[in-house]
């Protein structure tokens, strides 16, 4: 078997353990095969790096994926948060093999060869990038599919709120997935958010943990759909029952707001 075969095939057995977890998943609208996301994280300095991932994100990474069939990508600057300037960029595939073997894909994609070419050639004295993270989650199965912002298509308004949260033990990390299924999608929908999506981590750091993100017009709407969120009186009976709240299932909160680059397809 060769490596790629067999990576996949593990990453996908994973992926059926992460369904087969969690009992009596409320299936939303967005029903059918769940998606697969790689987020990648580009730390930079400011100027002449920041200008040259850019270029290369936006006129070689982001053409090629798209003939890959990966339609929809997502390029967000760092707003608030640490490490700034960051680039972050959201990958979204049918097909778990296709990220296991983007790197040789693109190897083989002449025109992606040619328009990245200074980012990919660049001189080990003037890297384009301070250091690339990377990691592979899989979308939740109550939320499968990522969904674009309404205001996407006419470039409208936006930001974007980026969070992880991570869990003392998988058991834990098991009972905040289910906490979603079991309204948390719905009592965010009535507050008002935008949902993006919705991902379980299967390759990456600080391991077990969930990312997903929300989107609002602006940070004045964010401000104010989370306080309707959190005194919405059915997150407080969910949040508030033994199942959860037994301990604290969540031990770390990462929150990060990201404005979209011109580019970005969500």
Do not use: C
């Amino acid at each position: 078997m060769q490596r790629r075969d067999f990576l996949s095939s593990t990453l996908a057995g994973s992926a059926l353990a992460l369904s087969a977890r969690t009992p009596a998943l409320a299936q939303s609208a967005n029903s059918g095969p769940r998606e697969y996301y790689e987020l990648r994280k580009y730390e930079l300095t400011s100027g002449p790096q920041t200008k040259l991932t850019q270029k290369y994100v936006a006129e070689a990474l982001i053409p090629a994926l798209n003939r890959m069939g990966m339609k929809t990508v997502g390029a967000f600057d760092l707003f608030l948060g640490p490490q700034t300037p960051t680039l972050y960029v959201l990958i979204p595939s049918a097909s778990l093999d296709s990220l296991v073997t983007l790197e040789m894909q693109l190897a083989k994609d002449e025109d992606y060869q040619r328009a990245g070419e200074a980012f990919l050639k660049a001189p080990a004295k003037e890297p384009p990038y301070v250091r690339m993270e990377s990691q592979l989650l899989v979308a939740f199965e109550g939320y499968p599919k990522l969904t674009v912002p309404p205001v996407t298509a006419s470039h409208g308004a936006r930001v974007f709120q980026l969070r992880t949260y991570e869990s003392p033990t998988t058991s834990d990390h098991r009972l905040k997935v289910e906490m979603f299924h079991n309204g948390e999608f719905s009592y965010f929908e009535k507050a008002g958010f935008w949902q993006v999506f919705y991902g379980d981590a299967l390759i990456g750091p600080r391991l077990p943990h969930l990312t997903y993100m929300l989107s609002f017009p602006d940070l004045g709407e964010m401000n104010a759909k989370w306080k309707a969120f959190s005194s919405d009186p059915d997150w407080k009976k969910l949040s508030g029952s033994p199942k959860y709240s037994f301990e604290s299932i969540v031990s770390n909160i990462d929150s990060m707001i990201l404005n979209p680059t011109s580019y970005s397809q969500i």
